[in-house]
């Protein structure tokens, strides 16, 4: 499974962007996608997360209200609208996809990455 992420940029706290994630390859086999980020000097952090059978979805804390995952599964392509942007989510985001049959939320569970993609949110 290959994953492509797009749709970062520098915007203005309160602003709201959209990433993009592809799939391609052996789709057939992930049950979920998800998107981490990662701050300088932190380590990576679960963001969202979404079950693709059921469309169940999944938030870290801070973002709940402002952050929304999606998927379309004609495009195999997985979305984060992200509004009301804080200088605190300014990351690389990466999008992530797992062939496990049960909901996780560990990095270390997802076998499949993305090649990151910049968010810097200024204040």
């Known amino acids: 499974v290959q994953l492509q992420a797009s749709g970062g940029g520098l915007v203005q706290a309160g602003d709201s962007l959209r990433l993009s994630c592809a799939a391609s390859?052996?789709?057939?086999?992930?049950?979920?996608m998800a998107w981490f980020r990662q701050a300088p000097g932190l380590e990576r952090e679960f963001v969202a997360g979404?079950?693709?059978?059921?469309?169940?979805?999944y938030y870290e804390d801070s973002v709940k209200g402002r952050f929304t995952i999606s998927r379309d599964n004609a495009k195999n392509t997985v979305y984060l609208q992200m509004n009301s942007l804080k200088p605190e989510d300014t990351a690389v985001y990466y999008c992530?996809?797992?062939?496990?049959?049960?909901?996780?939320?560990?990095?270390?569970?997802?076998?499949?990455w993305g090649q990151g993609t910049l968010v810097t949110v200024s204040s």
């Open positions: 992530a996809a797992t062939s496990a049959s049960s909901w996780r939320r560990s990095s270390g569970s997802y076998g499949y």
């Open positions: 979404i079950r693709l059978g059921s469309s169940t979805t």
């Open positions: 390859g052996r789709t057939f086999s992930v049950y979920t």
